[in-house]
């Protein structure tokens, strides 16, 4: 499927980008930021030629027919409004440019509409030489203002999200799932549970995990910080994610966008570009490894699991990494991993998950034993690996940090 988009690297991504910030110094900036690519951009030709000359892809809406779930009220009407025709239609007249990456077709569609969804993005991917069909989901949080059990449904169109997730799998063929979740604006415990849902998915249907992340807020009172996105960013990487979005870039919903209406830079581009870096410089090595497994250590006391139909543990083995734990309990989210190239190796990638909320930063050791020669990789490069003897050994952690730690 990768097509122009390169789905060998992790990829880092935002969403919005309003005509008032797409000049050159705006589009340079993008990708000085270690973005590779914008979603909700029009065929806008000098900014399409401005994200070429600086690498920046685009995936792009207005190709094809957009939809959107909303509230629930149009679900299951999607096959009657847009059939087929209108696609291969478009499809046809069509005028290609290199920095479109994706066509984007539609957000948050009701599983009553997977069916149709499933025979769109197959035509889509079919008649686009070139790009790939772009579809993002609904958080497990899906719901209309009132938030009844019967406007959720109405949402979702099925009774549960793992439901609707699994619906999804059964009706569209793509080799990705993308939702978005919005952590600082609903909460840890759900956020894990939907992490879980869609990674045990796409492990099970051999698909890659994307996922929409927070740099914004609904409250304008209120600034994501910089170790608000490394704990979304990092336990999202802790459940295998290869795609990482940030939303919002410029104005497209709520607050404290990463450039203001004027389009100038506000204190959240600093923020995302330091992060942006950071899951860079792990990202290459990250890569030759894919998620077999996900545990939550050291979470039995903290609220965070309240809604995750998982078990804390204190510590866990895999036969190669033994006794896994924080040395005073804290919590850490760690994605079992196994080498893409069946060449032996194999990883773990921590999530220091002790202080969401940034109450009390502090640093701890990740303690485990390992007979292999060990190394490890975080934001800022190499990280010490300490030899205690007798195959124990121990990486140093900052909360909200994440480390890659390989075992050859």
Avoid at 163 to 181: N, T
Avoid at 390 to 406: D, F, P, Q, Y
Wanted: aromatic share 12%.
């Amino acid at each position: 499927m990768n097509k122009r988009f390169d789905r060998s690297k992790l990829n880092l991504g935002v969403y919005c980008l309003a005509p008032y910030a797409r000049t050159e110094k705006h589009i340079r900036e993008i990708a000085e930021s270690g973005l590779d690519f914008v979603i909700g951009v029009n065929y806008d030709k000098p900014t399409l030629d401005l994200f070429e000359k600086y690498g920046i892809g685009g995936f792009v809406n207005g190709i094809v027919p957009g939809w959107w779930g909303g509230d629930g009220d149009n679900a299951g009407k999607f096959a009657s409004t847009h059939p087929i025709e209108v696609y291969e239609q478009k499809a046809s007249e069509f005028v290609d440019h290199p920095a479109i990456w994706a066509i984007d077709v539609g957000d948050e569609p009701s599983a009553l509409d997977f069916p149709h969804y499933g025979k769109v993005m197959a035509t889509v991917d079919r008649l686009f030489d070139n790009q790939f069909a772009y579809l993002n989901l609904y958080p497990n949080y899906a719901s209309v203002a009132q938030n009844t059990a019967d406007q959720t449904v109405s949402q979702l169109g099925t009774a549960t999200y793992e439901e609707h997730i699994a619906k999804y799998c059964e009706c569209v063929e793509s080799d990705y799932i993308c939702y978005d979740f919005y952590l600082y604006s609903i909460d840890v415990t759900r956020a894990c549970e939907n992490l879980r849902i869609v990674a045990d998915a796409c492990l099970k249907s051999g698909r890659s995990m994307w996922i929409v992340l927070q740099v914004n807020h609904n409250r304008p009172e209120v600034w994501i910080s910089a170790d608000n996105m490394r704990f979304q960013a990092y336990t999202a990487m802790a459940f295998g994610a290869e795609n990482i979005t940030w939303a919002c870039y410029t104005a497209g919903w709520w607050h404290n966008q990463i450039l203001d209406d004027k389009g100038e830079k506000t204190e959240q581009y600093d923020k995302m570009k330091t992060v942006n870096h950071e899951i860079k410089t792990i990202a290459k090595e990250y890569m030759k490894y894919r998620r077999t497994a996900t545990h939550f250590v050291g979470f039995a006391g903290t609220p965070w699991l309240e809604k995750v139909k998982q078990e804390p543990e204190e510590s866990f083995s895999t036969g190669v990494f033994r006794n896994v734990r924080a040395e005073n309990g804290e919590a850490v989210v760690v994605g079992q991993m196994v080498s893409r190239a069946n060449d032996g190796s194999y990883a773990l990638f921590v999530a220091a998950a002790d202080d969401p909320y940034c109450e009390n930063i502090k640093t701890y050791r990740l303690l485990f034993d390992c007979d292999r020669t060990v190394t490890a990789l975080g934001g800022n490069g190499e990280v010490a690996v300490e030899d205690l003897g007798e195959g124990k050994k121990a990486v140093t952690l900052r909360s909200n940090e994440g480390v890659l730690i390989v075992a050859k």
